[in-house]
């Protein structure tokens, strides 16, 4: 099965953007459904996007739509994770996540935005 590598958190300010990566190791990635969740301090994991092998197919959370962008380069092993008009309540853990037969999960990437 593959293994997740989260890349690009950091800190930003209200209403600017960050792209996360992750990049897949293994074979077949084109088949995993991928997918990012995230978790605030003190609360739960939540979904925030996922897509489906092909890239043609896409879900978000309702509060991420219109906002955040997922997308896949299956040539390059590697899901991204477009974030604008980021607000506070988006700082959190974010977790890249690939399913085929089981789940796989990244060790996150933190995205911390301040007001």
């Known amino acids: 099965q593959v293994q997740l590598v989260e890349s690009g958190g950091g800190l930003v300010q209200a209403g600017g953007s960050l792209r996360l990566s992750c990049a897949a190791s293994?074979?077949?990635?084109?088949?995993?459904?991928m997918g990012w969740f995230r978790q605030a301090p003190g609360k739960g994991r939540e979904f925030v996007a996922a897509i489906n092998g092909k890239g043609d197919s896409t879900d978000y959370a309702d509060s991420m739509k219109g906002r955040f962008t997922i997308s896949r380069d299956n040539a390059k092993n590697t899901v991204y994770l477009q974030m604008n008009s980021l607000k506070p309540e988006d700082t959190a853990v974010y977790y890249c996540?690939?399913?085929?037969?089981?789940?796989?999960w990244g060790q996150g990437t933190q995205v911390t935005v301040s007001s």
């Open positions: 293994g074979r077949h990635f084109s088949n995993y459904v």
């Open positions: 996540h690939a399913r085929l037969y089981s789940d796989v």
